[in-house]
Structures are given as C-alpha cells and as structure tokens.
C-alpha cells in the first residue's frame, strides 16, 4: 500500500507559477516511475509530466518549456514547477507511482490549479 499526499495548488494569474508537490509513503520500492496527471473538467485524465526513479523524464507537448518535473528519492517526493501558466492549464493536478515490483498504480486525491484573470 502506498499513500500519496498532494499540496501546492491553488489559483494565479495567466503567466504565474505554481510549484505542486507529492510525498509518498508505504511499501514503496526502488523501481518505480512517479508522474502528474490532469483532468479538467469534461475531458480524460492526461499525462502531464513523469520521470523515472533515475530522472528521464517525459513531458507532454503543451507542458514542454513551461513545466518541470523532479524528485527527491531520499524524500520519496516529486514536484512539478509549472511557469508562464495558461489558462488551458486549469485541472484537478494527479500526482501517481507506478511500483514496478508490485506492477502497481497508486494514485493521489488530487489537486486543483486554477489559471484565470
């Protein structure tokens, strides 16, 4: 069982950032990939950004040059900086682990970022 607590969130202005943030605790193992997911209303959960426990990372092509993600493996933490935010960026925020060793999916509550003037 892995947990997984978000924080970070909130509303900014069109062109502001946010830095969201996901600890996670529990049977964690070595070999996992950790990412943020959207959701905004009416449409599918998408990957916004993943990186593997040895830092490749994956970003989604409206994310790229905007967003960053990272980890702290010491920590079991990833965060996600989001710069020069854009309205199309409002969504609840997902923070996920996949455990490779237990072929698992955890997922966080989630948390909402809204961009709006």
């Known amino acids: 069982q892995v947990q997984l607590v978000e924080s970070g969130g909130g509303l900014v202005q069109p062109g502001g950032s946010l830095r969201l943030s996901c600890a996670a605790s529990?049977?964690?193992?070595?070999?996992?990939?950790m990412g943020w997911y959207r959701q905004a209303p009416g449409k599918q959960r998408e990957l916004a950004a993943s990186?593997?426990?040895?830092?490749?990372?994956t970003y989604a092509d409206a994310v790229k040059g905007r967003f960053t993600i990272s980890r702290d493996n010491a920590k079991n933490t990833v965060y996600l900086q989001m710069n020069s935010l854009k309205p199309e960026d409002t969504a609840v925020y997902y923070c996920?682990?996949?455990?490779?060793?237990?072929?698992?999916?955890?997922w966080g509550q989630g948390t909402q970022v809204t961009v709006s003037s």
């Open positions: 990186i593997t426990i040895g830092g490749s990372t």
């Open positions: 996920n682990l996949y455990n490779f060793n237990s072929r698992s999916d955890y």
């Open positions: 529990g049977s964690i193992f070595s070999i996992n990939t």
